[in-house]
């Protein structure tokens, strides 16, 4: 493997080519548990170095999953019966939110994200001097990616939560999970709206998400599904929907957020029941390890998803290294509370759910994640309670 020694000494143009590959070998090699590696390889390779997602074209992946019936339509699960009651009382219309409020992303006076979001002193230590109103285009730019990352992995939520109501092992379940199939397709229709029509313009599917739904969205495993889609991507988003319901300043995102993060709490919920039980107590030694080996990987490709190459690319590609934007990104206030918030959010589930163990901690540890751990699980948290916690922080 190429050391960063001996990629500092190519010639740039080379380097810009090389780069993403060698990042993409280290993210997939991370974990030695070989039946993660063979699950995750096929989606590595499609998604970080033949990168599917930006080809422009509708992409398809083979799904092969049981979908367990049960004729006898039990009672069998009284937390998922509490949760579908609840998601029926709660379903609101995407239409309905205040559409006709004015969005201009560059507009100082009321921020998509706050204008100390990225670590512009560090960009001009690097010859990179920005105006005011490139920064104000930059922070624009910088939030369209983020909600565009919003927008493909609702689109995945949407996918797997139909594939989980049809898998799921508890009648309760499918009848939840028909709810949250409903929630998806309303928050793929909000967030794209929103980008369609306020900030008029769409980012294409960051690699390292691509990948994260490519492997969820093939595996055969029900409850590989769950902890994907619901512990995962979902508890991850539920974090970084509410650190940036916090930062923006703009009335109509922060009213689309705040009602999707009533579903979101839902979601997380629903994974955490689903799983408890079978991770702590049904899975052989071996299955539990690879789980967790398999949540370690995702939270690798999580942590790198908020790299944002896509807006390195636009604008700065030829300016400085992929490396040098990647340690702006890491030192930047803002995108370094949206990692706090979401990892804090996502390691008190995977607690629960039997996924931290003393033997993971380490490698959690060795790639700077186990900082973040100190948070609180929000499983049990309604949504109402989460935006009233979120607006008295």
Do not use: C
């Not at 049960?70 to 205040?98: F, I, S, V």
């Not at 009321?110 to 930059?138: A, H, N, Q, W």
């Not at 709206?193 to 390292?208: A, C, E, F, H, S």
Request: zero cysteines.
């Amino acid at each position: 493997m190429l050391t960063d020694k001996v990629l500092e000494n190519l010639p740039q143009s080379i380097r810009r080519r090389v780069e993403p590959y060698i990042e993409a070998v280290q993210v997939m090699t991370e974990t030695s548990n070989p039946k993660v590696l063979r699950s995750m390889a096929g989606s590595g390779v499609r998604g970080l170095i033949l990168q599917r997602g930006k080809q422009g074209v509708p992409v398809t992946m083979p799904s092969n999953h049981r979908s367990y019936f049960d004729w006898t339509y039990p009672n069998d699960q009284p937390e998922m019966r509490e949760l579908y009651e609840r998601a029926k009382e709660q379903q609101w219309n995407g239409a309905d939110l205040p559409w006709d409020i004015d969005v201009d992303p560059e507009n100082p006076e009321v921020p998509i994200i706050p204008p100390e979001f990225m670590s512009y002193d560090e960009l001009r230590d690097m010859g990179i001097k920005l105006t005011e109103l490139e920064k104000r285009r930059l922070n624009a730019s910088v939030a369209t990616w983020m909600l565009s990352q919003f927008l493909h992995g609702e689109q995945g939520a949407l996918l797997a939560a139909a594939q989980v109501t049809e898998a799921v092992q508890f009648f309760d379940g499918k009848l939840y999970g028909a709810t949250q199939v409903v929630d998806e397709a309303r928050h793929v229709e909000v967030f794209h709206r929103y980008l369609d029509t306020k900030m008029n313009k769409l980012y294409q599917i960051n690699d390292n998400l691509f990948v994260i739904i490519d492997a969820l969205i093939q595996d055969s495993r029900w409850d590989m599904k769950f902890l994907g889609m619901q512990i995962m991507v979902e508890g991850l988003a539920l974090g970084a929907f509410g650190t940036l319901y916090q930062m923006t300043s703009e009335p109509l995102l922060r009213e689309l957020l705040r009602k999707v993060i009533q579903d979101e709490a839902r979601h997380v919920h629903y994974g955490v029941i689903a799983l408890r039980e079978h991770f702590n107590h049904e899975l052989s030694e071996a299955e539990q390890r690879e789980r967790e080996d398999w949540a370690f990987e995702v939270a690798l490709l999580m942590r790198n998803r908020f790299l944002s190459y896509e807006v390195y690319e636009e604008w700065f590609e030829h300016k400085i290294s992929r490396k040098q934007w990647a340690h702006m990104i890491s030192h930047s206030p803002g995108f370094e509370l949206f990692r706090q918030t979401m990892f804090q959010r996502l390691v008190p589930n995977l607690r629960e759910i039997g996924l931290l163990s003393d033997r993971i901690k380490p490698h959690y540890e060795r790639v700077g994640l186990m900082k973040y751990f100190n948070g609180r699980s929000a499983d049990h948290m309604s949504g109402d309670q989460m935006i009233a916690e979120l607006d008295a922080a």
